[in-house]
């Protein structure tokens, strides 16, 4: 076996000369074309290539080329070696500096075919890009193989292409061998093959014949050109062209008389002269079919790569340059870019479209101005683009007159489209799915290159339909996350940052993968008592389903939040909830409830990830242990409550496993991290959130190089503020009428004593009200009565009757009824809820601004210390 290296120059003093081929061989031929970047591994991988070496693209990109290919003169640093039977071995080496073209010829051996000998061409590449590699090669049989292989004089090498007649056309073809890439790469690459030399068959000392890209198959010239043959000579035979077919088809009786039309059948295909038949346009013709549907099979292989409706355009714009045009413009309409369902009915003069992507390989912003990404336009009647958008049928005008291109460009008001269109061709085909058009596609040839002709409106349309379906696909996508984005944010709480006793901030943020819609939600719940109740969950799974049922179970938490159910009793009924909804509510939810007066936190978990409080004492943060519990679905599963003691300033801090799950890693791991920078000090609520966003962000990017967080982010931070005992006052009032005088007194007492004189008055009606309810209908011992100032007067009222109070309809001479109407109408909140001993009745006032500044400045007056401990049921006013 002998590998043989042309010479990349033409250093022999003599120009080449394009003489008569020898007698089976020429320059047509099916190239494998592989571009490798600097590490040796390929990049590119086209469908020849698939077909002479065996690997497809996807088993060949990012493999080493020396594994591939046996052309260890292009891959300089490889070693050549051979094996028991003489063929060659390829070194598994990387690609070293080439500064030069190569060529030459290889034999390897193919399973079950024998030995197969190969040409190949090397052209080093520079370039911003990866690609510093272009290897294109083709099997000898492709080429003449008998007079070829009989023959290793006739070798691949190289020559300029201005010395062959047509040498623009030869230039032209060589972006179409090019697997797919960018009009910018293409042409980088284009520019330095024809600097280094065009690819040649070097036959003799003086004789060359340039190499173009084929791909038809022997033995479909062979049939198609006796097919024409027999079409001919049944003409001939005094027949009508369109009657004379193949063989394989016969005319139809009832459109030709058949005393005059000859029957292809008498014609003896074997008596035709092929002679008479141009091989090299039959060739040609299959050869423009075959290079269409390699396209558009590469085509359907870039574009649908992901649902993002953004990429997908971008990925079906540029398909189509440079291998099938020079310039791509993309419209869509309105509704289908923002992604508000499928458009109603056909478009007219009045539909909005927006021009999403511009691809073209003119110099880099060359038509910014002329056609800007993003405009938003509606097209003129009486243009090209208005009738195929109203049509739905691709609009061809093969060459665009100077004439033609200023009526068309006039249209127009606000800019001039004739540097664009004039002397262009122009496709424009419809982007359409279920008969609608939803989008159009601009198609420009330059001038110098074929102008479109039928069979590429053919192409263009069938471009036009795989796009259109992988636009609705992405549209789909699209309006389904919008709805469910609308869905979740709809059930997200506006969460109040200042509660009374704590301060609250939160942060949402949606997954990164398909159907990052979750199921993550967070919540802050008012209770009696000055409590609040923080809660977070995860709804197992993504997408619409998944919002729907966090709508369902953030609102059975609230519901029963709002009976003050103790949390591990709230999370035993929202367990049995979700079973009976359906087998697949699966969430996981902590309810902690937190009590400022006391300063105790009182949680129960199913199956959530622990929450992390950090001390305001010495800044240390820990992760709370709590029973685990099962995610909320699974059933029959007791919960347990835990009760922690904090301490004014602490702060506590939950999230959903989207923050500290990182892939590859244990979860233990991001848990450490929230931990850690939970505990950093931060100038406000917001700022710690934030802290804790980026700390998280960071360590997943280390960990996983790409950025690695893909599902959503629920976190909820309370600051455990606390109240003062100097902003609380309760007393024990006996089950006596005239205990209700008292209380008007001790509440009008205790805030003159806080500094509110305005909000005497009503604070002793309310009070009067609630008092005089809880006498007559408690039973058995004593009401209580409390007093909270925080930005607001909190009053509660409690009894041990467990039947809760009514909001009735009073007539004006009715003697009951009047109480719970009369704090309905100045409180600023009331309500009741059940106890383990009774009810309780609360209601809030609203503290004027005076009363607001007073409430900041308590009187430092100390507090009476009768009024700071239970009065004695029997005491009287």
């Known amino acids: 076996m002998e590998y043989g290296t042309s010479r990349c120059d033409d250093g022999r003093g ?37 077909r002479l070496f065996g690997p497809t693209r996807q088993q060949a990109v990012g493999r080493l080329a020396v594994d591939l290919m046996p052309v260890s003169g292009a891959l300089r640093g490889a070693e050549v070696r051979t094996d028991a039977t003489g063929s060659p071995e390829i070194d598994d080496s990387r690609l070293g500096t080439v500064y030069y073209p190569t060529a030459g010829r290889a034999r390897m051996a193919e399973p079950g075919h024998g030995q197969v000998d190969v040409l190949w061409w090397a052209y080093p590449l520079v370039g911003p890009g990866p690609e510093r590699l272009l290897v294109l090669a083709a099997d000898t049989k492709g080429v003449g193989g008998d007079a070829l292989g009989r023959d290793d004089r006739i070798g691949p090498g190289f020559a300029l292409h201005t010395e062959f007649p047509g040498a623009e056309r030869l230039a032209g073809r060589l972006p179409d061998i090019l697997p797919n890439m960018g009009p910018a790469t293409a042409g980088r690459i284009v520019a330095q093959v024809l600097e280094l030399g065009y690819p040649v068959l070097e036959i003799s000392h003086h004789e060359r014949v340039p190499v173009t890209p084929d791909w038809g198959m022997p033995r479909y010239r062979q049939r198609r050109a006796r097919q024409e043959a027999v079409r001919r000579s049944a003409i001939a035979a005094g027949g009508a062209p369109e009657q004379a077919h193949a063989p394989e088809r016969a005319p139809d009786p009832d459109d030709v008389d058949p005393e005059y039309a000859p029957d292809p059948d008498d014609v003896n295909p074997d008596d035709v002269n092929l002679d008479d038949v141009d091989l090299d346009d039959v060739d ?17 292989g870039r574009i649908g790569t992901s649902l993002d409706l953004a990429r997908t355009i971008h990925e079906v714009t540029s398909a189509a340059v440079p291998r099938f045009a020079d310039f791509a413009g993309t419209h869509l309409r309105a509704q289908v870019l923002a992604g508000e ?4 009915g056909p478009p007219d003069v009045t539909t909005v479209w927006h021009r999403v992507w511009v691809e073209h390989n003119d110099e880099p912003g060359r038509w910014d101005d002329t056609v800007p990404v993003g405009e938003s336009i509606a097209f003129p009647e009486h243009t090209p683009f208005f009738q195929c958008m109203v049509t739905g049928e691709p609009v061809l005008i093969p060459h665009i007159s100077d004439e033609v291109g200023d009526r068309i460009a006039g249209q127009f008001e606000k800019r001039d489209l004739r540097p664009l269109i004039n002397g262009r061709s122009i496709l424009i085909v419809p982007l359409k799915a279920r008969d609608v058009v939803l989008g159009f596609m601009v198609l420009l040839r330059r001038p110098g290159r074929e102008p479109f002709d039928d069979m590429d409106r053919t192409t263009g349309a069938e471009l036009a339909a795989r796009a259109g379906l992988v636009l609705d696909n992405a549209r789909m996508y699209t309006y389904q996350e919008n709805v469910a984005e609308t869905l979740q944010d709809s059930m997200l709480p506006q969460v109040t940052p200042r509660m009374a006793g704590c301060d609250t901030a939160t942060r949402y943020l949606p997954g990164t993968r398909l159907g990052r819609v979750g199921g993550d939600w967070f919540d802050t719940i008012k209770l009696p008592g000055s409590r609040t109740a923080l809660v977070v969950g995860d709804v197992m799974g993504h997408g619409l389903t ?27 009924n929202l367990d049995d909830l979700a079973q009976r909804l359906g087998e697949h509510y699966l969430a996981t939810c902590l309810y ?10 009182v949680v129960a978990n199913a199956g959530h990830i622990p929450p992390v409080l950090v001390r305001a004492q010495d800044g240390r943060s820990e992760l709370l242990n709590l029973p685990t519990g099962a995610p909320i679905g699974v059933g029959g599963v007791p919960f347990e409550t835990v009760t922690v003691r904090v301490a004014p300033g602490d702060r506590l801090v939950l999230c959903t496993d989207g923050l500290v799950e990182v892939r590859g890693q244990d979860i233990g791991a991001g848990i450490a991290a929230l931990c850690e920078s939970a505990a950093h000090p931060a100038a406000s609520m ?34 455990l503020n606390g109240i003062s005992a100097e902003d609380v006052a309760q007393w024990r009032l006996a089950l006596d009428p005239s205990e209700v005088g008292r209380a008007r007194r001790l509440v009008r007492e205790r805030l003159l004593r806080w500094g509110l004189p305005e909000s005497v008055e009503t604070a002793e009606l309310l009070v009067s009200e609630a008092v005089t309810n809880a006498i007559r209908h408690a039973h058995t011992h004593h009401v209580r009565l409390r007093l909270v100032r925080t930005d607001a007067l909190l009053c509660e009222v409690t009894d041990d009757d467990h039947e809760l109070p009514a909001l009735l309809s009073a007539d004006r001479d009715a003697e009951s009824g009047r109480g719970l109407r009369v704090i309905s109408k100045l409180a600023r909140e009331w309500g009741t809820s059940r106890t383990g001993r009774g009810k309780t009745v609360w209601f809030e006032q609203a503290l004027t601004h005076s009363a607001e500044q007073a409430s900041a400045h308590p009187a430092e007056t100390p507090a009476h210390p009768a009024d700071q401990t239970l009065a004695h049921p029997g005491e009287r006013r």
């Open 546 to 572: 998944s919002a729907a049922m966090m709508g369902q179970l953030r609102t059975a938490v609230q519901t029963m939040a709002a009976l003050d159910l103790p949390p591990a009793q709230l999370l035993r």
């Open 284 to 300: 040609l013709e299959y050869a423009a079919v075959r290079e269409r549907l390699e396209f558009l099979n590469e085509v359907s």
């Open 686 to 719: 917001d700022d710690a959130c934030d802290t804790i966003i980026r700390a998280l962000a960071a360590a997943s990017r280390d960990t996983d190089g790409r950025g690695g967080r893909k599902d959503d982010v629920a976190l909820l931070m309370a600051r």
């Open 341 to 344: 369902g499928f458009p109603d």
């Open 592 to 601: 902690a409830v937190y009590d400022p007066v006391s300063s105790e936190l």
């Open 14 to 50: 003599e120009p080449p000369v394009v003489p008569e081929q020898r007698r089976g061989v020429h320059g047509r031929m099916p190239l494998a074309v592989v571009v490798i970047d600097a590490e040796g591994r390929v990049t590119h991988w086209s469908s020849g290539a698939r």
